[in-house]
C-alpha cells in the first residue's frame, strides 16, 4: 500500500475512534477516572499516548494555570486534532510531544503520567516503561487503565521490570510509584 493510501486508511481508523470516544466520553466523563490519578492544581502531568486529546481538557481544568499538561502521541492525526483543540480553546498550559518513546523531559520532573489504554500497544513497552521512569518524580503517580489486558497482565507489566511498584487499585485505575 502506498505511503499516502496508508495514512488516510489510518487516519480514518483514527476518526472513528474518536467518534466513539466521544460516545464513551458522555456516559462516563474523563474527569471522574482522573481523579483516581491525585491531580492537584499546579501539578505537571504526562499524557502518554493521549490519542485524540479526551483527557486534556478535564486535566486542564485540574492542574490550572500553574499547572502543565504533556500531551505524548506518535499518530500524526492524533497530534493535529490536540494542537487544533489547544488553539480553539486557548490552552498556554498544554505542550504537545510527537513521538512514541522518548519525552525530551528532564529527569524527575512530573508529578503524573497516565498510561490509559495504550500499554497493550507499546512496540516497546520496556524503553517506555524506563523514559517513564527517569520523568516521574520520586513522590509522583503512574495512573495505568488499560481495557485490552486483565488485572495481573497490567500489574506484571509494569512492575516485571523493577522499576516500579505498585500502590493500589482504584475503580478505573492501577496506581504505581518508581522504585528506588
Known sequence: MKRKEAYEKDA?????????YKFRDFFLPRKFILKEAEIRQG???????????????????????AGRVYALDVHPVAIQRVERLRAKRRLSNV??????????????????IL??????????????????YRILK?????????HHLREDEIISGLTGKGLFRF????????????KE
Request: proline share 6%; net charge positive.
Open 43 to 65: 501539578s505537571t502531568v504526562l499524557d502518554f499516548g493521549c490519542g485524540p486529546g479526551s483527557y486534556i481538557i478535564p486535566l486542564t481544568k485540574m492542574v490550572g494555570s
Open 138 to 146: 520520586p513522590t509522583g503517580i503512574l495512573s495505568v487503565r488499560d
Open 95 to 112: 505542550i504537545i510531544i510527537r513521538s512514541d518513546c522518548q519525552t525530551g523531559l528532564p529527569e524527575r520532573f512530573l508529578d503524573v
Open 167 to 178: 500502590i493500589k487499585k482504584g475503580r478505573k485505575t492501577y496506581s504505581f510509584k518508581i
Open 12 to 20: 480514518l481508523h483514527f476518526r472513528l475512534m474518536v467518534f466513539f
Open 115 to 132: 498510561l490509559y489504554d495504550v500499554f497493550h500497544e507499546l512496540k516497546q513497552p520496556d524503553l517506555v516503561l524506563e523514559e517513564l
